[in-house]
């Protein structure tokens, strides 16, 4: 999370951004943080920090652990229940449906502004499985989800779209190159699906598809560790994933 990410906004109520900076900053180490960890990662002034917190606490979207730091609070899990429901009530089903047939974890995502939220998700059957936390976001470059959204996506405002959040290289595999990742969009067109190729997490490898003609900007994806997630495995699960996709698109509808 950049520093300052509240007072960097165009517009809107900062005392609101900041809040939010707190709590994602927290959500994004998940654990629990001293108020001057949160503080130094959110760039947001020490006594600022302390007042922001103790409304958070008050309404319980923060507690305070024995050891006086913070961790999320309980609060935030119906409205992160309710915010999954939107996704459609048989979606998941139909996730638990790609992880029966291919045993890894199954991902739907959207493109919320310039980022890729995951809105829901179903666990793997593998001991050692993926594991991403709904609400989430990521950049879309170095991600299969966001691969397989923005090839839809006209080239100029994919360009515009890099520009305003740039390249991170996340691992040695990143793209980090405009001309590069619109070259490979391309690729996506023309093949129907999207790989992430331990561009996000070492080791991890993912597919992904769009699902075309939905209200929301959706894809869907199914996510493993490198060694199982074999070209054969991806040679099955995209018709798999296809045809889910368009399951979802009539649950969203």
């Known amino acids: 999370m950049p520093r300052n990410s509240g007072t960097n906004q165009p517009g ?10 707190l709590l994602e900053a927290v959500a994004a180490r998940g654990g629990t943080l001293s108020i001057g960890e949160i503080a130094e990662v959110t760039g947001v002034p020490l006594p600022t920090t302390h007042r922001l917190l103790r409304t958070l606490v008050d309404r319980g979207y923060m507690r305070q652990m024995p050891d006086r730091r913070y961790a999320l609070g309980f609060r935030l899990v119906p409205l992160g229940g309710s915010a ?3 996704a459609g009530a048989g979606t998941d089903r139909l996730l638990r449906g790609l992880v029966d047939a291919l045993g890894e974890t199954a991902n739907l995502a959207m493109l919320d502004g310039d980022q890729v939220a995951y809105v829901a998700q179903a666990p793997g059957r593998h001991a050692m499985r993926m594991f991403t936390e709904v609400g989430r976001r990521v950049h ?7 691969k397989a959204l ?4 006209p080239e100029a405002d994919v360009r ?9 290289r996340h691992t040695d595999h990143t793209l980090t190159d405009a001309d590069a990742f619109v070259a490979a969009l391309a690729q996506v067109r023309e093949a129907g699906f999207a790989l992430d190729e331990g561009e996000q997490e070492v080791g991890v490898r993912c597919v992904a598809v769009a699902l075309g003609g939905g209200p929301l900007p959706l894809a869907l994806s199914i996510s493993g560790p490198a060694p199982r997630m074999t070209d054969e495995l991806v040679a099955e699960a995209v018709p798999l994933l296809r045809r889910t996709a368009s399951a979802l698109v009539s649950e969203v509808s």
């Open 150 to 153: 923005l090839a839809s996506t």
């Open 12 to 21: 809107g109520v900062q005392s609101v951004h900041r809040s939010l900076d």
């Open 140 to 146: 879309p470059h170095c991600t299969a989800v966001g």
């Open 84 to 86: 999954s429901a939107m």
């Open 160 to 168: 515009a779209l890099l520009a305003r959040t740039g390249l991170p």
